[in-house]
């Protein structure tokens, strides 16, 4: 079973920036993707970033989050800067085996205005 470990969140001021990274069990070579979501308070589980074939950013973190991998630490990160409060949620890393997908079991991110 794989398994995803995220860690990194935490509580941020606005214009702050955090890392957040995602510990994967099995070399991410495996995956078709990896990648980033995150689900606020009252809302649906989005996506912020992933890493398939390219990499794709939602329209509102672009130019704001990086996403990168480093291969021999399987390991996924994400890197976040310039926050707002429209931020704040659970991030959740995710990655793909088709037809399977395995979640992270989330990190919290607030940013306080």
């Known amino acids: 079973q794989v398994q995803l470990v995220e860690s990194g969140g935490g509580l941020v001021q606005a214009g702050g920036s955090l890392r957040l990274s995602c510990a994967a069990s099995e070399s991410l070579f495996r995956f078709n993707a990896v990648g980033w979501y995150r689900q606020a308070p009252g809302k649906q589980r989005e996506l912020v970033a992933i890493i398939t074939s390219r990499t794709i950013y939602a329209d509102s973190v672009k130019g704001r989050f990086t996403i990168s991998k480093d291969n021999a630490k399987n390991t996924v990160y994400l890197q976040m800067n310039s926050l707002k409060p429209e931020d704040t949620a659970v991030y959740f890393c995710?990655?793909?085996?088709?037809?399977?997908?395995?979640w992270g079991q989330g990190t919290q991110v607030t940013v306080s205005s």
């Open positions: 995710r990655a793909t085996l088709a037809p399977s997908e395995y």
